[in-house]
């Protein structure tokens, strides 16, 4: 089979597509023939030599990728709930070695859910990691209530897309922060009060929010714990709670964590379940041929994606 193999942390030179054997299943794990790969920032700061690539670049040879969608074509000895031939997405081993940058992808089954029938390959990959981290972290860091007021930072990019959906279908209010540009994408996927980051200070608009989710870091988590209601609730994605910012979050009583998004399959039935239902939709903004994964690394490092970039490698 093809494979994207990152043959040392670099640039995007260092891709490389190599023929290697199909990998095969232990007993708690499925090979998926991948249809739909999605690319997200990890994948860059991996590659560059950050975020996951000291604990993957022993375990040669280094293939990037977490996000998939495909066919089974081979189930191991105690895989019960999946069988040959069901059409499964999932985020893979992460955080891990997911070497999903592949024709064909061995990984545990309970990463995965049943891809709905009505959904596409593209738009089932591109709801795996960013639209995980989402869930998670509304749902299982936050504990966000109906009538909470969310603002969410960067809200036109993979993961803000996704976790105004899941907030509007929750019954929060929600603020979104993004550039003009994507004023009318947000107010689309339901954003009630959208502000211009690049024009206006959020801390100026923004007031008694309940729940901040953070995807920026630095200065914006700092200067985000002044517009919380006391007692609120931070989560930052982008390890933007440090601890020079103790005394702020005291002062307030707030809950301020950094959380990190892990594969799982329960997680990916509920995302299944909003797909099929038409509550959450994918927004694709670029779609690649597996030879054109260097493409697809470029447009996530522009930092300005709207959505979501896939990379297909078998068209549906
Ligand atoms: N810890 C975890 O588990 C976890 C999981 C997923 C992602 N992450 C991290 O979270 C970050 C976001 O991921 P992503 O997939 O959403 O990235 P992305 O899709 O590449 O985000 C691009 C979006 O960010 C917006 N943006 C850039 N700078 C902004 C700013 N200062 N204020 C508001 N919006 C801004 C852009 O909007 P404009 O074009 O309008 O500026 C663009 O739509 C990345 O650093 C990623 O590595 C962490």
Known sequence: MK???????GGVENLIVEEIAIPRPKANEIVVKVYAISINPVDIKTRKGGALYA??????PVILGWDISGIVTAVGSEVQNIKEGDAVFGMVNFPGHGKAYAEYVAAPADHFALKPKNI????????????????????????????QHLLMHAAAGGVGHYAVQIAKHLGLRVSGT????????????????????????FTAIAKDIDVIFDPIGGETTARSLQVLKQGGTLVSIVGGVKDHLSPAIQEKNLTA?????KSSGPDMEQLASLLEQGILKAHISYQFS???MVKAHQQIETGK??????INVIKD
Do not use: C, P
Not at 3 to 9: C, D, G, Y
């Open 120 to 147: 596409a390959h593209a738009e089932a990959a591109a709801t795996t990691l960013a639209a995980l981290t989402a869930w998670q972290v509304l749902v299982h860091e936050a504990k966000v209530q109906e009538g």
């Open 3 to 9: 494979a994207i193999i990152l043959t040392e942390q």
């Open 290 to 292: 597996f030879d054109e």
């Open 55 to 60: 604990s993957m670049k022993e375990d040669r």
């Open 257 to 261: 964590k950094n959380y990190l998004v």
């Open 178 to 201: 993004a550039s003009a540009a994507n004023e009318s994408f947000l107010k689309e996927i339901g954003v009630d009060q959208f502000i211009d980051y690049t024009a206006v200070d």
């Open 305 to 310: 994606t709207r959505g979501k970039v896939i």
